[in-house]
């Protein structure tokens, strides 16, 4: 069936720095990928989203190209901020069934 | 703004008790769902729904059951809670359409003492 690994966290950064949390991902079908966010004690929010190859998706400077060639989705921002503290989810989408998660990845940015 | 509304953000319950949280969307999404989130296990789905009294296993139906009598609203019911059932509950909503994303609600911390 379809599944989604992500990096183990937690990943602990400084601000200012660069962040790569790497998705892949493997699919019978030709799934839509998304990255999603948790802050602590809330649900999760929709973060960006690709539904074909090359796409990339970006929101609040964070960016993940759709990759077929290495069925891969990885998040990328370019300089992380304390607020950016949260746990991470990648996910795909594949026919009307369920959306596929990744177990999160936890960052921790420190001042 | 799209929304999907948890009754309760935390709830504490007593063992054996009958336990029933609530999920109310407002953007017309025909699917439905249920996930429970514990640390180290990542989000693992319980139930959900395509339509009005429809419903699917998820991947850990045991111990609980669900409800759909209208379109908006979907109902989780644990028929007798017990401390494995404590746990952080998430309810979300998606199009019927194929790929489409979901919409997360804030959440429901269940204790069960």
């Known amino acids: 069936g379809d599944s989604v690994t992500q990096m183990e966290g937690p990943v602990t950064l400084s601000e200012e720095a660069f962040l790569t949390i790497n998705c892949t991902y493997t699919a019978t079908g030709y799934p839509s990928l998304f990255w999603y966010v948790q802050y602590p004690g809330e649900g999760l929010q929709l973060l960006l989203k690709a539904t074909k190859a090359d796409d990339k998706g970006s929101n609040k400077g964070f960016e993940a190209t759709y990759r077929k060639e290495t069925t891969s989705f990885h998040l990328e921002k370019g300089s992380v901020q304390v607020s950016d503290s949260a746990v991470y989810f990648c996910a795909l989408g594949s026919g009307n069934t369920p959306l596929v998660f990744g177990k999160g990845t936890r960052l921790s940015v420190i001042a | 703004d799209v929304k999907v509304t948890q009754s309760s953000r935390y709830l504490v319950k007593r063992t054996g008790e009958k336990v029933f949280l609530e999920c109310v969307q407002d953007m017309d999404h025909e699917n439905m769902f249920w996930y429970r989130q514990d640390p180290g296990l990542g989000l693992r789905l319980i139930y959900f729904s395509y339509d009005v009294k429809m419903k699917e296993k998820g991947d850990i139906p045991e111990g609980y059951s669900v409800s759909r009598e209208k379109k908006e609203r979907f109902s989780l019911i644990l028929e007798s809670a017990s401390t494995n059932q404590t746990s952080m509950y998430l309810c979300?909503?998606?199009?019927?359409?194929?790929?489409?994303?979901?919409?997360f609600g804030q959440g429901t911390r269940l204790t069960v003492v």
């Open positions: 979300a909503s998606s199009k019927r359409t194929g790929r489409a994303e979901a919409f």
